[in-house]
């Protein structure tokens, strides 16, 4: 029985090193595949494909648009080594954020911030 928690505890490890590879290759592609779109990628693009923003903020020469994407979990309460423990509300998500130029409407830059 000794040699089956190191052996559980190690396939849990080899699970979490997979999906963190899994989920920066993802991020890899999706970089490689924004920065392809600056210059090319249209303001009307974007609210065919994501819909309309969370939020809007306008410069002199170009606009911010954010598309905000946001997850929670309620409190809940889980039992950890035969006591009750309060877990949550936990919140997740990701904006993604793209600058625009006012007079082309074409994507200037982007950014991705998950939370």
């Known amino acids: 029985m000794k040699a089956v928690i190191p052996l559980l505890l190690f396939c849990s490890f080899l699970?979490?090193?997979?999906t963190t590879n899994s989920h920066n290759q993802?991020?890899?592609?999706?970089k490689v595949s924004m920065d392809s779109k600056i210059g090319v990628l249209t303001y009307d693009d974007c609210?065919?494909?994501l819909g309309?923003?969370?939020t809007v903020t306008e410069g002199q020469d170009i606009f911010v648009a954010t598309w905000r994407q946001e997850e929670s979990e309620p409190t809940k309460v889980v039992w950890l080594f035969d006591r009750p423990f309060i877990k949550g509300p936990t919140?997740?998500?990701?904006?993604l954020?793209?600058?625009f130029?006012?007079?082309t409407q074409l994507l200037t830059a982007w950014s991705f911030l998950e939370f």
């Open 15 to 18: 699970s979490t090193c997979a």
């Open 26 to 30: 993802r991020r890899a592609q999706f």
């Open 47 to 49: 609210l065919s494909r």
């Open 52 to 54: 309309s923003p969370t």
């Open 91 to 95: 919140s997740y998500g990701a904006n």
């Open 97 to 99: 954020i793209l600058t």
């Open 101 to 103: 130029d006012k007079s």
